[in-house]
């Protein structure tokens, strides 16, 4: 899989993108992730990305050519194929693990991070094929977001994660919370181990964690339990 991401922070992801399964992925060249910076894409002296909004109001506007033309030249680079062009916004679907399993389909993926109070509408409305929000809170950007869909998405790629821990979604978990976990020391500051952990009876744990996920998603997470069409 091929991941570009046009932002004005590049510098923001070198540390992120460098670390962990995201690392290793790249290592073994199962995704290619180049990150642009929209300015390198401005043609005046004062590299300028951002101006006032039309119609007045706070703050400053991502305006439309660098981005437009920042995707187009890497459009040209790559095989004329599929490509999804999702922009990262307040206003877009909300991401979820069955939208990260449909765009780890994809062999291309370009992610558009906006910053300041907003993008041009005319990148929403004729760039964009697709606009995704991570959640109901306020960013300073898109660059954030665009780091989580990566992680959610690239650990999804065959081959990236081991055979053991791959299938921790819901055809294991059948849409739960996890169970609570224990490693040494069986006591801690004098809170124990739950025994039945301890009992060596595989069956017996097996129902242990499953009553103790059931009752956890119930209680802290109740939009799971009584709800249709919604996984992990
Ligand atoms: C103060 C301006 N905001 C009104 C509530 C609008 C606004 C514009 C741009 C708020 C935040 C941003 C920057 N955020 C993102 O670009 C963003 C984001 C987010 O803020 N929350 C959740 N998902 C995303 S994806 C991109």
Not at 10 to 25: D, G, L, T, Y
Not at 31 to 38: A, C, F, G, L
Not at 44 to 69: C, N, Q, S, W
Not at 167 to 186: A, D, V
């Amino acid at each position: 899989m091929r991941i570009d991401i046009f932002c004005l922070f590049p510098e923001m992801f070198v540390s992120p993108f460098n670390q962990s399964i995201i690392k290793r992925a790249k290592e073994q060249e199962l995704v290619d992730i180049v990150i642009h910076n929209i300015r390198d894409h401005t043609h005046d002296k004062h590299h300028t990305a951002d101006d006032y909004p039309y119609g007045g109001g706070p703050g400053m506007v991502l305006k439309p050519e660098p981005i437009f033309e920042a995707i187009e030249a890497t459009k040209q680079q790559i095989n004329p194929g599929k490509v999804a062009i999702i922009l990262l916004t307040p206003q877009g679907r909300l991401f979820s693990q069955q939208i990260a399993q449909e765009l780890a389909s994809h062999s291309h993926l370009m992610l558009i991070c906006g910053h300041y109070e907003g993008v041009d509408e005319r990148v929403h409305e004729h760039l964009a094929t697709d606009e995704i929000s991570i959640g109901d809170y306020v960013l300073s950007g898109g660059e954030p977001a665009a780091m989580v869909l990566v992680d959610a998405i690239v650990r999804l790629i065959p081959g990236v994660l081991g055979s053991q821990t791959s299938l921790n979604n819901n055809s294991h978990t059948g849409g739960l919370l996890e169970y609570p976990q224990y490693t040494r020391p069986q006591i801690y500051r004098g809170w124990p181990v739950p025994s039945v952990l301890l009992s060596g009876n595989h069956e017996e744990i097996a129902r242990w964690r499953h009553q103790e996920a059931i009752s956890r998603t119930a209680k802290r997470r109740p939009d799971l339990f009584f709800e249709e069409g919604k996984s992990l």
